[in-house]
């Protein structure tokens, strides 16, 4: 898992460090926290990516919060589906193994 600094997101994201502070306070961003030090993953970065993109087409922090949480849920909901899909298909692919012994 790719680690980021808070001075790294700053650089990368071109963003000012009030930006990221204000989505921490409204927990929509939570850095992980190891002994003394603050980290953030992937899946913030690719957060606060979206968070920025929003707030430059004008969308108040309120909004950011609606949007990321519902993008959130529906990648919920898309991984359980496959994972829901792929059971299935195991299950398929079993029992027409099963009917092909049988048959012989």
């Not at 939570?30 to 004008?58: Q, S, W």
């Amino acid at each position: 898992m790719k680690r980021y600094a808070f001075s790294s997101l700053l650089e990368i994201l071109e963003v000012s460090p009030s930006f990221i502070k204000r989505l921490e306070k409204a927990e929509i961003i939570i850095p992980v926290v190891e002994g003394n030090k603050t980290f953030y993953t992937e899946h913030h970065m690719r957060k606060l990516l979206l968070a920025k993109e929003l707030k430059e087409m004008g969308i108040n922090l309120a909004g950011i919060e609606v949007i990321l949480d519902v993008s959130e849920r529906m990648l919920t909901m898309r991984k359980e589906a496959g994972e829901t899909l792929y059971r299935l298909l195991k299950l398929i692919h079993e029992n027409t193994i099963k009917e092909n012994k049988r048959r012989r």
